[in-house]
């Protein structure tokens, strides 16, 4: 799959609550973080398209980059700016990468992207998805979020602007230490959406290249 980006750097001077990967119980809310991880859940589950442009960087420190549509739940599509020949897609659970320069066309379980988190049909941030940090710059609120029962598949780190709250960035950090991220520049609740019709039909040209390539 393609690689991507990381959380930004916090100076340490602003306030940080870090907990390591899979170390669920190194982080213990405050009410205060408490009061901003309900915020931070009701807004989300109030979205239905994301848009943006993304930056990718890989582990070797290549960087490509393009645009994104998230359709919750469940759908995404990453068309990648030339001379990168990547396509990524997500849809019916499935993660879909297309790779043109060598006609190659992989799949994976949506559930083992932490993009999974994002895409899900509801957001909770307790349970299955656990909160790794919560950090509170001047004006902006940033968390990090793993699933629980799955750690080593990455981590999700969304960035919010803070009064009003609004989702200006997102990073995936996969379990290759590949990073991508997103910058927001359309949010809304669902006045834009994917075509899903044409999302399904390149997902099955991809799923037909795939049985060619094996045949």
């Known amino acids: 799959p393609p690689p991507c980006c990381s959380p930004r750097s916090v100076p340490e001077r602003h306030s940080r609550r870090r907990a390591p990967i899979g170390a669920r119980a190194a982080f213990a809310p405050t009410e205060a973080d408490k ?21 990718q960087v890989a582990a ?3 960087i490509s980059g393009g645009k994104a549509w998230l359709s919750r739940p469940g759908n995404m599509r990453f068309e990648y700016d ?4 990547f396509l990524l897609l997500a849809t019916h659970g499935q993660l879909v990468f297309q790779d043109f320069s060598i006609k190659q066309t992989s799949q994976a379980p949506l559930g083992s992207s932490p993009l999974g988190i994002l895409l899900g049909s509801k957001v909770a941030l307790s349970g299955e998805i656990a909160v790794t940090a919560l950090t509170r710059l001047p004006g902006e609120i940033q968390v990090s979020l793993i699933r629980a029962s799955a750690p080593g598949d990455g981590t999700l780190t969304l960035v919010f602007v803070d009064k009003p709250l609004m989702l200006r960035q997102w990073t995936v950090l996969d379990a ?16 834009a959406r994917l075509d899903l019709a044409a999302l399904q039909r ?14």
């Open 35 to 55: 009061a901003d991880l309900a915020r931070i859940e009701s807004y989300l589950n109030a979205i239905t398209t994301i848009r943006g442009k993304f930056m």
């Open 60 to 62: 070797d420190g290549g």
């Open 82 to 85: 030339p001379p990168a020949p």
């Open 176 to 191: 290759q230490r590949n990073l991508y991220q997103a910058q927001q520049n359309v949010i809304d609740a669902g006045r």
């Open 202 to 215: 390149q997902r099955d040209r991809s799923e037909e290249h795939t049985s060619e390539l094996q045949s």
